[in-house]
Nanobody, 124 residues
Framework: QVQLVESGGGLVQAGGSLRLSCAASGRTFSNYNMGWFRQPPGKEREFVAAVNWSGGVTRYTDSVKGRFTISRDNAKNTVSLQMNSLNPEDTAIYYC?????????????????WGQGTQVTVSS
């Protein structure tokens, strides 16, 4: 089992920044690729960003490219999502997730463990 706990959400004005963090415990953190997903109000959960086990490979959904950066620290068992230039369309519950395997996945069903989520609200 891997336990994931997100933090760093909150209310921010459009154009502002937030940094989300996810702390992992349980099995060896570096064995897992890590992803961030979000669920906007009334919508399905969607992929945001992912990083492979070493931090050397990252993937982003098109709408956040150039604004969001995913990173991980295997020594501290954490993965972070730096979010800049936020806009109201980024408002959602953000989830951290862990996936085994070699390929960095973008589909929620490919992830094995999930955190409880943290709310991000961007006001206009």
């Amino acid at each position: 089992q891997v336990q994931l706990v997100e933090s760093g959400g909150g209310l921010v004005q459009a154009g502002g920044s937030l940094r989300l963090s996810c702390a992992a415990s349980g099995r060896t953190f570096s064995n897992y690729n890590m992803g961030w997903f979000r669920q906007p109000p009334g919508k399905e959960r969607e992929f945001v960003a992912a990083v492979n086990w070493s931090g050397g490979v990252t993937r982003y959904t098109d709408s956040v490219k150039g604004r969001f950066t995913i990173s991980r620290d295997n020594a501290k068992n954490t993965v972070s999502l730096q979010m800049n230039s936020l806009n109201p369309e980024d408002t959602a519950i953000y989830y951290c997730a862990a996936a085994s395997g070699v390929v960095v996945r973008t589909i929620p069903g490919r992830y094995d463990y999930w955190g409880q989520g943290t709310q991000v609200t961007v006001s206009s």
